[in-house]
């Protein structure tokens, strides 16, 4: 997960947009067309590696203009970003929180299930009382804790942080 700020903008990029299944059907199909290429059928080969790589390669992306104060959610594809930006409503404060998140996998023929579970750190926007906009995750308290001050700092609100044994207002609420 990697944040960076170009001419006033932040851009977080999430990881991939697709889950691992549809990824893996991306990958087959690019197989499939290059196998179609070998063979001769360069139609075929275009649909499906173009199928493919749309599958395969798109990342979730959050940007946020301060400047302006509009913001998108996105799909980036070998970094062009796509969406349309969208006002960012009225920030209360940020919040940095860690979660823990599991997926169930399980066997159709055996009916045996497993739980995998791992932990993340979350810093989302704060609005409207209790609607959160989530902009990023990381797996470090004290990235996650900065990307909160920076981003609190260029929305001029408050930093929560739920990270530590208490919970503390890194930045206060309303700073002028």
């Not at 001419?7 to 999430?14: A, Q, Y």
């Not at 404060?93 to 860690?98: D, K």
Request: hydrophobic letters at 45%.
């Amino acid at each position: 997960m990697a944040a960076t700020v170009k001419d006033g903008v932040l851009t977080f990029t999430r990881g991939h947009y697709f889950l691992f299944h549809f990824r893996a059907v991306g990958l087959v199909l690019m197989a499939l067309g290059v196998y179609n290429l070998v063979v001769g059928s360069l139609i075929s080969a275009v649909v499906f590696i173009a199928l493919g790589i749309l599958l395969f390669f798109p990342k979730e992306v959050v940007q946020i203009r301060f400047a302006d104060k509009h913001y998108r959610e996105s799909v980036s594809y070998f970094g062009l970003v796509l969406g349309k930006y969208q006002s960012l409503p009225w920030v209360e404060y940020v919040s940095v929180f860690p979660t823990k998140l599991s997926q169930t996998m399980g066997s159709a023929t055996t009916a045996l299930q497993t739980t995998a579970s791992f932990k993340e750190i979350r810093v989302n926007l704060i609005y409207a009382k209790n609607k959160r906009l989530h902009i990023a995750n990381f797996n470090d308290a004290e990235k996650s804790a900065a990307f909160g001050m920076m981003v609190g700092e260029q929305l001029n609100v408050g930093v929560y942080d739920c990270t530590g044994k208490e919970n503390v207002w890194i930045r206060e609420k309303n700073v002028k």
